[in-house]
DNA sequence: TAGATTGTTAATCGATTAACAATC
DNA sequence: TAGATTGTTAATCGATTAACAATC
């Protein structure tokens, strides 16, 4: 699979194709073309050629594209066919939302341990998770090959929380914390900035047909 | 204020320019260089002198930007100047993350009502709000003027609580459900699509360093 | 084979960067 | 005034769209 500097436009397109292309294949449809592709997602079908050329020819002329195979194709470029280990600190709400999706929708992605400082919260089970003290996080990482680190904690916390998933070999970052953080290098960084999204929805709510 | 046509480019990167304003005006911090803010935020001088002219020269030749101010016109662009009113549809933890982030770091972002479909959790009060049979929204909507409508629901009721919303009225959408949802015409979508972030995340992981 | 549709190259469009005159 | 830094125009870069030959 050759991935020499695909652009980041194309990879996040990507995720779209494939919830799509799944929605397809639920409903048996065992082909379709870059043009139908299109009416369903609202990229160009050119583009979506484009998109699908970076990773090799998964058409086939005349024909167009057999559905089940381009949503394992898209899969097997995300990195989908293999698992990952997640550790989440900050255990409030949105912490267990994510806990809990992760737990019952997102096979492939393992939450393994849960993290906060809040007495309150240490100790509970969350899908048989107990919360542990945030105190031994560095320990955990230590012992326990983790892939993703995912900080659910407030602005304050979230840089030392990056630093001790840096300290502790996770690969890659998913912030919801509405900070900028640092991360080492060679580090993914995905951050979920929701006051940034809430931002651009006032923005064009606010514009919205006027002179 | 001009707005004709700004590049959504620009848009989405002005919440985070006034995040980091947010931060140098606690820090009474006075003044700040296109150049400075470049090293804050990663972005060029150069696009930021472009984006920031977009909307009228907030800065002055030989001295740069006054960082509160600054702050405040970004604020005034976004529309933050005035009062948005949120109803929330799913109340699981998601929901409750929201609505909690929300009523404590969201001033002019207003939850007035919540709803659900799920026996145990109506009736029970979320900061103050509580949660009402979701048979009910129609009618509440029909009463009461709702700025935003917020979709916390599992994928297959995203697309009618879309269309509750959109005879409601709403002028926007923020929706956290993973569905691709149509809403009428002049009615702002903004998505939060975790799980094409995760699989993002995936993607960038899978492909760190190598040939 | 004829028709359909991809893969891919070329053209266009838009966004980012560079440069510099204007000006505080 | 001299120095600094913006506002803005021009140049570059990259991404999207169009076109069409290749081919199933």
Redesign the interface.
């Known amino acids: 699979m050759r991935?020499n500097r695909i652009s980041n436009a194309v990879?996040?397109r990507?995720?779209?194709y494939?919830?799509?292309l799944e929605e397809l294949v639920a409903k048996d449809i065992e082909r379709i073309s870059s043009n139908e592709l299109s009416a369903l997602t609202g990229y160009t079908a050119s583009q979506i050629r484009q998109d699908l050329n970076n990773f090799g020819g998964f058409g086939q002329q005349g024909y167009g594209y057999n559905v089940q195979s381009l949503f394992t194709q898209i899969g097997l470029?995300?990195?989908?066919d293999?698992d990952?280990r997640m550790v989440i600190v900050g255990c409030?709400?949105?912490g267990?939302?994510?806990a809990?999706?992760?737990t019952y929708?997102?096979r492939g992605?393992r939450i393994t341990a849960m993290f906060d400082v809040n007495p309150k919260l240490i100790g509970i089970k969350i899908n048989d998770i107990e919360v542990q003290d945030y105190e031994f996080l560095e320990k955990y990482l230590a012992e326990n090959e983790i892939?993703?680190g995912i900080i659910c904690t407030t602005k304050n916390s979230a840089q030392d929380v990056a630093n001790k998933f840096t300290e502790g070999n996770v690969?890659?970052i998913?912030n919801f914390a509405?900070a900028?953080i640092e991360v080492g290098e060679?580090i993914?960084l995905?951050n979920?900035?929701?006051?940034?999204?809430?931002?651009?929805?006032?923005?064009?709510?606010?514009?919205?047909?006027?002179p």
Not at 77 to 80: A, D, K, N, V
Not at 196 to 204: G, I, P, V
Request: aromatic share 12%.
């Open positions: 991935d990879i996040r990507l995720p779209r494939r919830r799509i470029i995300l990195g989908l293999r990952y409030g709400n949105l267990q939302a994510i809990n999706y992760a929708y997102k992605f892939e993703i690969k890659g998913w509405p900028d060679g993914v995905e979920v900035h929701l006051s940034d999204s809430l931002n651009t929805l006032a923005y064009f709510i606010s514009h919205q047909e006027r």
